[in-house]
């Protein structure tokens, strides 16, 4: 099992509107994620720096962000976009953490 961290930026104000999207994720994108081997996936939130700090664990060798060649992930990042930073081509701008201490 990887385990993988990263952090992206919301716009502010937009907290609840995330928080929604996420509770009516689309079920096509939970069976990709979970397809690939993403599993075990939180998002947490800053409210001082509007930075969302994500975790996920996974069996396969994708974690959520290397999945922009996917129709679905595209759609999604779409969805998104109007409310994070975002790439060109509508990614989350996201920033892979370097793990420092783990404790099973």
Partial sequence: MKRFAFKM????????EYR?????IWPEMVEILKREGVGNF?????EETDILFSYQEQTGDNSSQDLGDN???KKWW???????????DNSPV???????????
Avoid: C, Q, W
């Fill in 78 to 88: 779409k969805y998104m976009a109007d409310i994070m930073d975002t790439n060109p």
């Fill in 71 to 73: 129709d679905v992930v």
């Fill in 42 to 46: 939180s998002i947490f939130y800053d």
């Fill in 20 to 24: 929604r999207r996420h509770d009516e």
């Fill in 94 to 104: 996201s920033t892979g953490l370097e793990e420092v201490f783990f404790l099973k």
């Fill in 9 to 16: 930026k919301l716009k502010p104000g937009f907290r609840d």
